[in-house]
């Protein structure tokens, strides 16, 4: 009998990191490594030391051929232009609305109910309004309104131009989550929830404690911030080449845009001198491909983080720091299939970098997840 199991999840697999490997939480466990080949994609995918050697071992190579100095200022002075020219290109072929959200992250779904009352929800760096969307469109709640931002003005234009943009329901703007302050479109402390989904990864490091002042500042006391962005060694970092690296675990990709690969001290770190930690997870999954028998190892990182109600301290109550597992995906049909052409994806993505604008050799945000 098979070690595989084919039960499809439906609920999202979180666990505490102290917890034993073999508590009862998961769904797609590889018991039998003969068995491997067997589904597309296996959850608390766990590394050896081997493999945490060989992961060391390529960032120490790529720390020997990092991007010419000359080429490094381009990059974060023209970093807009980089995005403008990805979304011109793709639009909004990349991206799949998020149907996932609604098991990873249920609080923002409460936002959607018919007696949830007046609340507001911000989808920063939106991209082609993958958030925005599934929520107006399943939304109940005559008093929700979803505010989407994007820091490249094509994007923008993409959500306007979608058939379920709605100036009553929602705006979509242009704005720099590390500028100087707060959109003017929104009123301080006005948010209920704001999502940042591969959106921290795209700034220079230096931006960081500009991006949380000014989170801090959107959200109402008690507010909420969910988080999902790219984790330490995840197969995407270990797969560039020379002349990619910006500076440690951050890159540019083949198309000029920028991302970092964080772990959870950091996140840690990061947010938890402004927030309530109610969650640090780190989600660790092997992807395979049956027909080239190729293994590939993601790892993302997934949090939420509440802004503190007058009088309260913020950083990491007990035992809120978990892995979550899963592909917590309503329809995992579909989700295994796009892991599937992910694979075949990533294994195009080796082009030199001849020009900081070649188009194609990598892959940002959710084409790879």
Known sequence: MSSATEEKKRASSSRDVNTPANAPFGGRLLLDESAVFEQNAWDHATWGEEQEQHARDQIER????????????????????????????????????????????????????????????????????????????????????VYACDFSSTAVDVVKSNAEYDPNRGKAFVWDLAGDDIPPEVEPESMDVLVLIFVISALHPDKWEQAMNNLYKLLKPGGLIVFRDYGRYDMAQLRFKKNRLLSDNFYVRGDGTRVYFFDSNEIVKLFGSKFTIEQNAVDRRLIVNRLRKVKMYRVWLQGKFRKPLAGQEPGAPAATTVETTGDAREGQEAGEDAEVAMVDTVLSLETPLDSPATSGTATPAETLS
């Open 62 to 145: 790529q720390s020997k051929d990092p991007v010419p100095e000359e080429l490094k200022e381009t990059y974060h002075t023209e970093a807009a232009d980089y995005w403008n020219k990805f979304y011109a290109k793709n639009e909004n072929k990349f991206f799949k609305d998020r149907h996932w959200l609604r098991i990873e992250f249920p609080e923002l779904f409460q936002m959607i109910e018919k007696d949830a009352g007046e609340k507001n929800v911000m989808e920063i760096g939106c991209g082609a309004g993958n958030t925005m969307f599934p929520l107006l469109i399943e939304s109940k709640n005559p008093k929700l309104f």
